[in-house]
DNA sequence: GCATAAATACGTATTTATACTTAACAAATT
DNA sequence: AATTTGTTAAGTATAAATACGTATTTATGC
């Protein structure tokens, strides 16, 4: 346990200050310690089960959530209950899109697919501390502009690819985000949640994954999908991605 | 015309200098005039023709535009040349999503769609500015967290909505986003802009429309769109759309 | 370790939605 | 008047969703 030379508060395990989190790729670690000395003050930490739903659609907003570790996934309710998932988050990426600003409502709904710890900073310290800080702002304005450039990249996805592109497309984008562990990809996924977030149902997914195993372009024990052939998966969709491959 | 103290610049009509510039709307405008003096050399006014495209998709990226005066649409161009709009701008709205930042090349497109009046702001002068004016830079990520917002409903809207809901869907948007004059929607859109918003074909949308002033949900003269009965069409849609109404 | 439930992996047939094609005609533009 | 663009319609092809069934594998509780 590190010393701060102020006092020690009551924490649990999990709970970490920013003043000794690892995790650079947080943008508050990256910004505010460099300033500022007292940010333990500003966070909370909570933690998630796998399968624990933080964010409710519809639930007041009053803050903003990192994931300090672990894997969630972001998704909206439509109608019957279909569940459309917008984007993964990993460590160090921000969940709550609008949790600082005059939004009343949560307008996504986040579930933790694995253990995971998040960090919470509420509404008006966040607001204080970006309004005073001319680069925390910058940076997490960046940060939602690459969001909307993948959103708006999505959208075209969606409109113009066949369901065996977008479950491609849904495979190349866990492979980028979670990375490849012993083989397989990093994370582990029904096949249902591949479909809410490719846009087609459970049956299909099962199907283009019976069709690409035939293909050896993957592999799959079980939940744990292993790519084999990442180019040629690329090959496919390829067409449609001139410019970009986020 | 209003006396600035310096000097008096060369400027055709439309190249209207922040100063006396009347767009509140604009975040430039709301936020640096009320520090900084000297910013009318920050930026160029550009003059598009209707059907001008003023942002080539792959073209490389130098700077950020504003919608000084007309209308835009932003669009991604799909395999076989189909184009799918991301969105539509108005007056005061941001074009370029990343235009200060490290992307070396522009993933949209962009045309105005009437004679347009625009500002452009290079790369390193907004940068510098966003990294002074800590307010500035909120502003912006504001803006792009709630076009984020709207992006992922439209992801899920896209994935989960009939051809027929999403061409109402884009009706409410047009509507939301322009307005009414003398009882028709305040921009002319053809069928086929209709149809790449809503992902969709000419054909559908104009089979949609036909069936929507059969039911007397709207009426239309030529390409000017009137919506007689705006419930009914968010009706249609409204289960959606829970908690989101943008 | 075993029993049971749940998820997964297919297959296939039906129905529906959507896309594509063509053609004829109207309207607007030059 | 000629040409382009927009509109409407109808028919066909295709993609996708739905609804089965059923074996197999994988979790989970006891």
Redesign the interface.
Known sequence: MPTTSSVIKKRAAFDVGCEVCENYNCLIKKNLLLTAGSDALLKRSIRCKKGQQFII??APVNGLFFVLKGKVKVF?????G?E?I??FAKEGEIIG??GF?T?E????GAIAIENTVLCYFSKSVLQEA?????????D???F??????R??????S???MTVRERVIDTLLYIHRKFGVNKGYLDVVLSRKEYADHA??TEEQVIRVFSALKTEKLISASGKKIAINDIQGLKNEIS??N???DS
């Open positions: 659609e519809g909206r309710t439509g109608i019957n279909k459309q917008v984007r899109h609008r600003g939004e409502y949560y307008s996504i970006l309004l005073s800080n001319a680069k925390l702002a910058y997490f304005m960046m939602y502009a690459d969001e909307l450039n959103s708006e990249s999505k959208v075209k969606i409109s113009q846009g087609t067409e449609h001139f410019y970009l």
